[in-house]
């Protein structure tokens, strides 16, 4: 990926794309710098890291009505834990690169002087590592019945890493309790010959959205993907999901 002009930048925020109504969106984060100087350091400063922490910050246009809309999702998510998923200018395309983590939504603002288009700002903080990892579904291809996604080779997991995983359900269609229950599977090759199943969400039956993660424990597969298992009478989901290790 080269240089690009930002156009096309996605994000999710546990259940809701807010992509159509933000113009601004960042991404940061950083190490605590703790200093180790003794009297063997010649003069000089020595430091190794410390705590890790990330933080995503937006802004951008109000607007309220359903749960879809970024006032009634901020308000129900404020305080609250959740994944965030970012794409980096590549419309969370399907291999595309992601940014993403579980994160507390710590503050929302919300309006501004008069005659202003209404403006929204806010900023979630890591309570999870930020992992910088690829898009495993796209959010606007509508599912209506169990199914697998595309194979991405993600790479072997090593001893003390893990394989995090987010799932954010964007709108949820149907009658007799639609469900859908999300999982991520390995296999050595990218054919899923005999697929071993690594993780798996909770059943979903509303918007919203998880984060999952390995225990450390060394896998040896390359390939990895997405997959679902959908239930109810003319059920459709719009969901995205994001893998990678850290």
Same mark, same amino acid.
């Not at 209404?118 to 169990?146: D, E, I």
């Given at each position: 990926? /080269?240089?690009?002009?930002?156009?096309?930048?996605?994000?999710?925020?546990?259940?809701?794309?807010?992509?159509?109504?933000?113009?601004?969106?960042? @991404?940061?984060?950083?190490?605590?710098?703790?200093?180790?100087?003794?009297?063997?350091?010649?003069?000089?400063?020595?430091?190794?890291?410390?705590?890790?922490?990330?933080?995503?910050?937006?802004?951008?246009?109000?607007? =309220? /009505?359903?749960?879809?809309?970024?006032?009634?999702?901020?308000?129900?998510?404020?305080? /609250?834990?959740?994944?965030?998923?970012?794409?980096?200018?590549?419309?969370?395309?399907?291999?595309?690169?992601?940014?993403?983590?579980?994160?507390?939504?710590?503050?929302?603002?919300?309006?501004?002087?008069?005659?202003?288009? =209404?403006?929204?700002?806010?900023?979630?903080?890591?309570?999870?590592?930020?992992?910088?990892?690829?898009?495993?579904?796209?959010?606007?291809?509508?599912?209506?019945?169990?199914?697998?996604?595309?194979?991405?080779? @993600?790479?072997?997991?090593?001893?003390?890493?893990?394989?995090?995983? =987010?799932?954010?359900?964007?709108? @949820?269609? /149907?009658?007799?309790?639609?469900?859908?229950?999300?999982?991520?599977?390995?296999?050595?090759?990218?054919?899923?010959?005999?697929?071993?199943?690594?993780?798996?969400?909770?059943?979903?039956?509303?918007?919203?959205?998880?984060?999952?993660?390995?225990?450390?424990?060394?896998?040896?597969?390359?390939?990895?993907?997405?997959?679902?298992?959908?239930?109810?009478?003319?059920?459709?989901?719009?969901?995205?999901?994001?893998?990678?290790?850290?």
């Amino acid at each position: 990926m /080269g240089k690009s002009i930002l156009t096309n930048v996605r994000c999710f925020a546990v259940g809701v794309d807010l992509t159509g109504v933000s113009n601004k969106i960042e @991404v940061s984060s950083e190490a605590e710098v703790k200093k180790t100087t003794n009297y063997g350091s010649n003069g000089w400063d020595e430091v190794i890291g410390g705590i890790a922490s990330a933080e995503i910050s937006g802004e951008g246009q109000w607007e =309220a /009505g359903d749960t879809t809309k970024v006032d009634d999702a901020s308000w129900l998510q404020l305080g /609250g834990i959740g994944p965030w998923s970012i794409s980096a200018n590549n419309a969370a395309a399907v291999g595309g690169l992601a940014y993403f983590t579980s994160a507390m939504r710590a503050d929302y603002k919300l309006f501004d002087a008069v005659g202003e288009v =209404a403006p929204w700002t806010g900023s979630a903080k890591s309570t999870w590592p930020l992992v910088r990892g690829q898009f495993a579904h796209p959010p606007g291809t509508a599912r209506t019945a169990t199914g697998t996604g595309t194979a991405l080779q @993600v790479g072997a997991v090593t001893a003390g890493k893990r394989m995090y995983a =987010a799932l954010h359900v964007l709108s @949820v269609a /149907g009658t007799a309790t639609p469900t859908i229950t999300g999982r991520v599977e390995s296999s050595v090759d990218n054919t899923f010959a005999a697929p071993t199943t690594r993780l798996t969400f909770a059943a979903a039956t509303a918007v919203g959205g998880q984060t999952l993660r390995t225990d450390g424990t060394a896998i040896t597969d390359t390939w990895w993907r997405i997959a679902w298992t959908i239930s109810g009478t003319t059920p459709s989901f719009l969901f995205a999901a994001s893998l990678g290790i850290q």
